[in-house]
């Protein structure tokens, strides 16, 4: 069975090259275009609304919504106006946004796990028709109740990295969607610290680019690879064979930048989808066998549209 892969589109797009990339992926075949809401670029939910009007059949991932920024009841609204609109076309993923941004608008909380396993379940209760009342530590809502629930309610994934956080998305949530880098040894470890009893989507971001020289791609993926050396990435390069070397070579690098231009060829390999389209699609299957059930590429390189042209090779 063949992975499934979908595409991200790059954080701040404006309106029209939005618009053109999400029709070319949904002509390439991907399978899903995912949407990103990092501080302080475009809104998530106004991004996928956009490129979900703008297209007919693609799947549109929402990853990911901060717990800390939306009341989960107003959250529910939003996504179900976009799955009742767009019937079958929407997953969304609810993690705890990046700490510092967190911090600087004033919503992070004294306890995340706690806030993302009561913000999930109350998403997923007022998804699914029910009417809601709870009364936990930061979600507290009185017989909540959607006029209008989704007919099918969409996926809701857990998006996040560490043991303890993976945990709370394979016990409250559909799905778990994790942050690149992505490799077999992340997977393998991701999925054990996630424990989920039943049917759990794994969605796997991974930073992708295609040449037919393969030197030219690895220098296009070293510049989407230049944060993996910083501390929240730690979960990720922890399971790898060369975790201290990364380490030691961070800690001599002046600036990301310095280091992902020093990142061997092999390390890039093993933290990427790139090389030729051949190697890219050898590494797609390879990440899928060690537990990947999507796969999101995220394109590197300097033109947006070109990457998704390129990466579009993979289907």
């Not at 997923?124 to 989704?150: F, I």
């Not at 050898?282 to 537990?291: D, F, T």
Request: proline share 8%.
């Amino acid at each position: 069975m063949s992975c499934p892969v979908g595409v991200l589109v790059p954080g701040l797009l404006d309106r029209s090259t939005m618009v053109t990339f999400a029709q070319r992926a949904e002509q390439l075949g991907f399978d899903s275009l995912w949407i990103v809401e990092d501080c302080f670029l475009n809104g998530g939910i106004a991004q996928a609304a956009t490129v979900l009007a703008a297209t007919e059949r693609i799947t549109v991932g929402l990853g990911l919504l901060p717990a800390g920024a939306r009341n989960p009841a107003f959250a529910a609204m939003e996504v179900a106006t976009l799955a009742n609109f767009h019937p079958g076309r929407l997953i969304v993923t609810v993690g705890h946004g990046m700490p510092d941004w967190m911090r600087q608008v004033g919503s992070w909380p004294a306890s995340p796990l706690t806030l993302l396993g009561e913000y999930l379940a109350a998403l997923r209760a007022l998804l699914a028709g029910e009417r809601v009342t709870v009364s936990g530590r930061y979600v507290r809502l009185d017989a909540v109740e959607l006029a209008a629930p989704p007919e099918r309610p969409p996926l809701v994934l857990g998006g996040v990295r560490g043991p303890r956080s993976l945990a709370v998305s394979g016990r409250v949530a559909d799905g778990t969607l994790l942050a690149e880098p992505a490799s077999a040894e992340y997977l393998a470890v991701a999925r054990e610290q996630i424990a989920a009893e039943g049917d759990h989507l794994l969605v796997a971001y991974t930073v992708a680019a295609l040449d037919e020289d393969p030197g030219v791609a690895r220098d296009h993926a070293r510049d989407g690879l230049k944060m993996v050396g910083e501390p929240a990435w730690a979960p990720h390069i922890a399971p790898l064979p060369f975790a201290d070397g990364l380490a030691a070579l961070r800690q001599q690098s002046g600036s990301p930048e310095e280091f992902a231009r020093a990142l061997p060829d092999d390390w890039v390999d093993q933290l990427a989808v790139s090389g030729t389209p051949e190697h890219g699609r050898s590494r797609v299957r390879a990440l899928h066998e060690a537990g990947a059930d999507r796969l999101v590429v995220i394109p590197a390189g300097p033109d947006p549209l070109a990457a998704v042209e390129s990466l579009g090779r993979l289907n």
